[in-house]
């Protein structure tokens, strides 16, 4: 069974810095696409970023891109996504999904099969 866990939430400050990381288990990155979601409150689920297995290439929502940096250390089993320049919209819990595929990437309210619990991320002064 695909698990994902996520970390590297936080409160922030508008214009700041905030780095994700999740892990995988019980599956090599090569193998699946890993992407992250966001989900403000009373809003539906966003496809923002994702990097494909192999060869790796990177995707991302007009809404973050040129602010964040998806990538993968696939000796160490996790992809990361370096957010900068966050705005107090990005306020949203992030979810890391493995999926079979980046089609998700901008898309709204998609149907993920795999995906862990969520890392809250708040920008706010």
């Known amino acids: 069974q695909v698990q994902v866990v996520e970390s590297g939430g936080g409160l922030v400050q508008p214009g700041g810095s905030l780095r994700l990381s999740c892990v995988a288990s019980r599956f090599t990155l090569d193998y699946y696409a890993i992407g992250w979601f966001r989900q403000a409150p009373g809003k539906e689920r966003e496809g923002i970023s994702c990097?494909?297995?192999?060869?790796?290439?990177?995707y991302y929502a007009d809404s973050v891109k040129g602010r964040f940096t998806i990538s993968r250390n696939n000796r160490k089993n996790t992809v990361y996504l370096q957010m900068e320049s966050l705005k107090p919209e990005d306020t949203a819990v992030y979810y890391c999904a493995a999926e079979p595929s980046c089609r998700f990437v901008g898309l709204i309210d998609y149907n993920y099969s795999s995906y862990g619990q969520g890392t809250q991320v708040t920008v706010s002064s």
């Open positions: 990097i494909s297995g192999s060869p790796a290439s990177t």
